[in-house]
């Protein structure tokens, strides 16, 4: 059984940083893909950050290129959203996905964690 289990949220102020973790149990995502997407209130969920395949490619949305880094710990089966110079409109939940092939829909997600940027 696979889990993506997120952790790392909470309110800071705006200007602030947060390190988001998820853990992935069951599977092993090395030459698939893990990604971090967030859902604001009233809002559609939206791409964050990805990275994956052998060489660790990552991509980003526009909104937080320069400021969140996306990485991973092959070993601990983690990746890790770095997030830097936050601004309240990042306030949202953010969920781990993670498929296990290079491209396609993500297979697995995560229960979400509440991040919340105070201005």
């Known amino acids: 059984q696979v889990q993506l289990v997120e952790s790392g949220g909470g309110l800071v102020q705006a200007g602030g940083s947060l390190r988001l973790s998820c853990a992935a149990s069951?599977?092993?995502?090395?030459?698939?893909?893990m990604g971090w997407f967030r859902q604001a209130p009233g809002k559609e969920r939206e791409f964050v950050a990805a990275i994956g395949g052998s060489a660790g490619i990552t991509d980003y949305a526009d909104s937080v290129k320069g400021r969140f880094t996306i990485s991973r710990d092959i070993a601990r089966n983690t990746a890790y959203l770095q997030m830097n110079s936050l601004k309240p409109e990042d306030t949202a939940v953010y969920y781990c996905a993670a498929r296990l092939r290079p491209l396609g829909p993500y297979d697995y997600w995560g229960q979400g964690t509440q991040v919340t940027i105070s201005s």
């Open positions: 069951g599977r092993t995502f090395s030459s698939g893909r």
